[in-house]
């Protein structure tokens, strides 16, 4: 019988690689479980091994089967041994785990074909770097509410006094700080008195020849 010496390692990152040896007559569910104990995945997901050819293009598909209540057509891993599938001493597979989600894409090249022994098969002969974590951590964004006299600079703070929203006062009531500036018009239309006005008779408190207006001090 013989034993089956595989490198595996990520499409994108061939510093990361696991040696796994593996019976001729055990199967690519046994090989698929073994990738995932040696990366550390948690086997959560859909899988597949691909057939390849030198330049890891896929071919004849092996799949996972999850549910085993609704066979389809196909070739499934829990009965698929790996030597009918072994046609050149380095034979290649492309295997893909989680193709709906982080879809990992993992290179398995078979390196030699050894003597049987008698040792557990299968098992991770070798280990070479760290493998990625499986899932990605999400920091929560911090929601900012919009602060704008926050953000105001120093010469702003007169601009946005003068345009908030004024309330008047009804019967009985104290206006509540300083009355904001209206034109000539809008006091008279409002009924109010014309303390504060954008334009003044020459002379009159509160006007300022070049510089517009302000308020006039109580």
């Not at 926050?150 to 345009?163: F, G, P, R, S």
Request: proline share 5%.
């Amino acid at each position: 019988m013989a034993v089956y010496k595989f490198k595996v390692y990520f499409e994108d990152d061939e510093s990361v690689w696991r040696e796994i040896e593996i019976k001729s007559t055990q199967t690519f569910e046994d090989l698929h479980n073994t990738i995932q104990k040696a990366i550390n995945f948690d086997d959560a997901h859909s899988a597949s091994f691909y057939v390849s050819n030198d330049v890891w293009r896929k071919g004849k598909e092996v799949r996972i089967l999850r549910s085993r209540k609704a066979l389809q057509k196909g070739l499934w891993m829990h009965e698929t041994k790996i030597a009918s599938l072994i046609d050149d001493p380095h034979q290649k597979f492309v295997y893909e785990f989680d193709p709906d989600g982080a879809c990992w894409t993992i290179h398995v090249e078979l390196l030699k074909i050894l003597p049987d022994s008698p040792v557990d098969y299968p098992r991770i002969s070798k280990s070479r770097g760290n493998a990625p974590a499986q899932y990605k951590a999400t920091v929560p964004t911090d929601v900012v509410e919009d602060d704008d006299d926050a953000v105001l600079e120093e010469d702003d703070t007169y601009v946005h006094k003068v345009t908030e929203q004024y309330h008047a006062p009804t019967e009985g009531e104290e206006e509540e700080g300083p009355m904001p500036l209206r034109t000539k018009s809008e006091a008279e239309e409002l009924g109010e008195g014309t303390e504060m006005v954008e334009e003044e008779e020459e002379g009159g408190e509160g006007f300022e020849e070049e510089g517009g207006f302000e308020e006039e001090e109580v």
